[in-house]
């Protein structure tokens, strides 16, 4: 017996600027290496995916599981305006062929926060060309690929930037202010051009103006060759009540949840992320409690999420649910087996609760880039020694990949 039903997505996920490396097209590339930099560490060779992608591809298929989730990095395909590189495209159709060789479903990502310098240095996601731009890049790499692809997920977390304005009160002032002007600021200024300028990809636009890149690239995906399932993801925190935050947490929910939730109705399904929950009081996320176990991200260990957001995700989006990322930032891998437990133990209550989940992708395969704290956080189900880049697998993806094989049987929950 088990609550998952046939054809259930097992797999891990990545994205290509937090293990590629070399990733130097990338709006975030030259942020990494400013003076002052926020970020920690620059991501430099990463994981040198780009090239071990056969290695790892091979262990992800060898440990039992059926899908991997990555990304398509916009900076490499058209590193400039209008100019495609077949050269990139046809590695990423080596990827996704690799993918398919070894029995792995590929859930491709057209963008996961990077974007190419050019694009964020004309205006990003906020200016008035950003649909038709992307629609482009999508119609070219759908041109190529998309004959290979059953999953795709257009943009990675539209959602984050309203989430963290309205959890962690970032200022999101008008035009240039803001927490585009908070980031520059953080970089003490990058040669060559004006951070305030300078919008990092990863800073989204409102809700309707994502919804309209996601519309146009959808619309360009379907009109090429084939028939993937075609959706966006979500950066859905399991939002609660702290003392005196119902005002907060209604208005927080509806504009960094449910806006984007039911923004998605039109898609064939809808990619829930989750990790934790934020404790909302009256002024947003309250710190989480003295004593309280945490990840070394900061974030609350709280399995109990991906249920949660799983089922809000269903319930107003009212299409298939995808989980492309839950998973748990710790050196204590019994700890990140125990948290994945508990996360799918109530991800199979969901379903046996009626919810039609398509799959469940781990976050994720690698230790790798963590944006702004460098390699310091591992999620990784298998690890990367800094120096050589050699793969050890940890005792978590055997697990997985076991539970995976049996296709959550091995979970013994009980429908
Ligand atoms: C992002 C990943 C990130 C992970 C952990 C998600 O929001 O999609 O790129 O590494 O969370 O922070």
Same mark, same amino acid.
């Given at each position: 017996m088990t609550n998952f039903p046939p054809h259930f997505l097992w797999g891990a996920a990545t994205a290509g600027h937090q293990v590629e490396?070399?990733?130097?097209?990338?709006?975030i590339w030259p942020l990494e290496w400013a003076q002052d930099s926020m970020f920690t560490e620059p991501s430099g060779d990463a994981c040198d995916h780009y090239h071990r992608y056969p290695e790892d591809l091979a262990i992800l298929a060898d440990l039992g599981f059926n899908a991997y989730r990555f990304s398509l990095e916009w900076s490499r395909i058209e590193p400039e305006p209008g100019y495609f590189s077949r050269a990139a495209l046809d590695h990423y159709r080596r990827v996704v062929g690799t993918c398919r060789d070894h029995g792995l479903d590929p859930v491709v990502t057209y963008n996961h926060f990077t974007t190419p310098r050019w694009f964020a240095g004309s %205006? %990003?996601?906020?200016?008035?060309q950003a649909p038709d731009r992307f629609a482009r890049y999508a119609a070219r790499v759908t041109d190529h690929v998309g004959d290979l692809l059953s999953w795709v997920v257009t943009l990675n977390e539209p959602n984050l930037t309203a989430l963290l304005t309205q959890t962690r009160a970032i200022p999101m002032g008008a035009g240039e202010r803001g927490l585009v002007a908070d980031l520059g600021s953080a970089t003490g200024g990058i040669g060559g051009f004006d951070p305030a300028r300078y919008r990092m990809g990863l800073i989204g636009a409102d809700v309707e103006q994502m919804a309209l890149i996601h519309r146009k690239a959808v619309n360009a995906i379907k009109s090429g060759p084939g028939d993937a399932m075609v959706g966006w993801s979500l950066a859905l925190v399991d939002l609660q009540l702290a003392e005196g935050g119902e005002a907060r947490l209604a208005e927080a929910r509806q504009h960094a949840l449910l806006d984007w939730i039911e923004a998605s109705r039109e898609d064939d399904f809808i990619g829930v992320q989750t990790y934790s929950r934020d404790r909302i009081g009256p002024t947003g996320a309250v710190p989480v409690p003295d004593g309280t176990p945490t990840m070394q991200t900061g974030w609350e260990v709280y399995p109990s999420a991906l249920g949660n957001a799983v089922r809000i995700a269903a319930q107003h989006g009212r299409v298939p649910v995808l989980v492309t990322e839950n998973g748990m930032a710790t050196d204590d891998d019994l700890a990140r087996i125990e948290y994945t437990r508990s996360a799918l133990e109530g991800l199979a209550q969901c379903i046996s609760d009626g919810i039609d989940v398509r799959g469940y992708l781990h976050w994720t395969l690698l230790d790798n880039f963590e944006w702004m704290s460098g390699f310091s956080k591992t999620f990784g189900l298998i690890a990367v020694d800094r120096e050589s880049l050699a793969r050890t697998i940890k005792p978590s993806a055997g697990w997985l990949g076991r539970i995976a094989r049996s296709n959550g049987q091995d979970l013994g929950v009980v429908s």
């Amino acid at each position: 017996m088990t609550n998952f039903p046939p054809h259930f997505l097992w797999g891990a996920a990545t994205a290509g600027h937090q293990v590629e490396g070399g990733n130097v097209n990338a709006d975030i590339w030259p942020l990494e290496w400013a003076q002052d930099s926020m970020f920690t560490e620059p991501s430099g060779d990463a994981c040198d995916h780009y090239h071990r992608y056969p290695e790892d591809l091979a262990i992800l298929a060898d440990l039992g599981f059926n899908a991997y989730r990555f990304s398509l990095e916009w900076s490499r395909i058209e590193p400039e305006p209008g100019y495609f590189s077949r050269a990139a495209l046809d590695h990423y159709r080596r990827v996704v062929g690799t993918c398919r060789d070894h029995g792995l479903d590929p859930v491709v990502t057209y963008n996961h926060f990077t974007t190419p310098r050019w694009f964020a240095g004309s %205006g %990003g996601w906020r200016d008035s060309q950003a649909p038709d731009r992307f629609a482009r890049y999508a119609a070219r790499v759908t041109d190529h690929v998309g004959d290979l692809l059953s999953w795709v997920v257009t943009l990675n977390e539209p959602n984050l930037t309203a989430l963290l304005t309205q959890t962690r009160a970032i200022p999101m002032g008008a035009g240039e202010r803001g927490l585009v002007a908070d980031l520059g600021s953080a970089t003490g200024g990058i040669g060559g051009f004006d951070p305030a300028r300078y919008r990092m990809g990863l800073i989204g636009a409102d809700v309707e103006q994502m919804a309209l890149i996601h519309r146009k690239a959808v619309n360009a995906i379907k009109s090429g060759p084939g028939d993937a399932m075609v959706g966006w993801s979500l950066a859905l925190v399991d939002l609660q009540l702290a003392e005196g935050g119902e005002a907060r947490l209604a208005e927080a929910r509806q504009h960094a949840l449910l806006d984007w939730i039911e923004a998605s109705r039109e898609d064939d399904f809808i990619g829930v992320q989750t990790y934790s929950r934020d404790r909302i009081g009256p002024t947003g996320a309250v710190p989480v409690p003295d004593g309280t176990p945490t990840m070394q991200t900061g974030w609350e260990v709280y399995p109990s999420a991906l249920g949660n957001a799983v089922r809000i995700a269903a319930q107003h989006g009212r299409v298939p649910v995808l989980v492309t990322e839950n998973g748990m930032a710790t050196d204590d891998d019994l700890a990140r087996i125990e948290y994945t437990r508990s996360a799918l133990e109530g991800l199979a209550q969901c379903i046996s609760d009626g919810i039609d989940v398509r799959g469940y992708l781990h976050w994720t395969l690698l230790d790798n880039f963590e944006w702004m704290s460098g390699f310091s956080k591992t999620f990784g189900l298998i690890a990367v020694d800094r120096e050589s880049l050699a793969r050890t697998i940890k005792p978590s993806a055997g697990w997985l990949g076991r539970i995976a094989r049996s296709n959550g049987q091995d979970l013994g929950v009980v429908s």
